[in-house]
């Protein structure tokens, strides 16, 4: 069974950046497509990026592009998102999140999200 669990969430001031990572068991990595989504308190849960098995297709939510970048290490079973310039906004608890590429089906595989905070 797949499992996915984050880490690199904390407090950051904005401008600044943080890495977040993704640690992928369960499964064949590069058979997977990988997403980030993130949920603020009372709000519904957002995508923010995407990247595909191979690593050659990326999409991004249009507030994160040209500042996010996602990024996949298939000999570590490891996905990431490069957060730079984050801003207050982007303070949310962040999700892995996989879906079976042979299948062609929505994101149904979740980890259990790591805290990030953005001050000023």
């Known amino acids: 069974q797949v499992q996915l669990v984050e880490s690199g969430g904390g407090l950051v001031q904005a401008g600044n950046s943080l890495r977040l990572s993704c640690a992928f068991s369960g499964g064949t990595f590069s058979s997977y497509h990988m997403g980030w989504f993130r949920q603020a308190p009372g709000k519904e849960r957002e995508f923010v990026a995407r990247?595909?098995?191979?690593?050659?297709?990326?999409y991004y939510l249009d507030s994160v592009k040209g500042r996010f970048t996602i990024s996949r290490d298939n000999a570590k079973n490891t996905v990431y998102l490069q957060m730079n310039s984050v801003k207050p906004e982007d303070t949310a608890v962040y999700y892995c999140?996989?879906?079976?590429?042979?299948?062609?089906?929505?994101?149904?595989?979740w980890g259990q999200g790591t805290q990030v905070t953005v001050s000023s």
């Open positions: 990247i595909a098995g191979s690593g050659g297709s990326t």
């Open positions: 999140a996989a879906s079976y590429a042979p299948y062609n089906r929505p994101f149904n595989h």
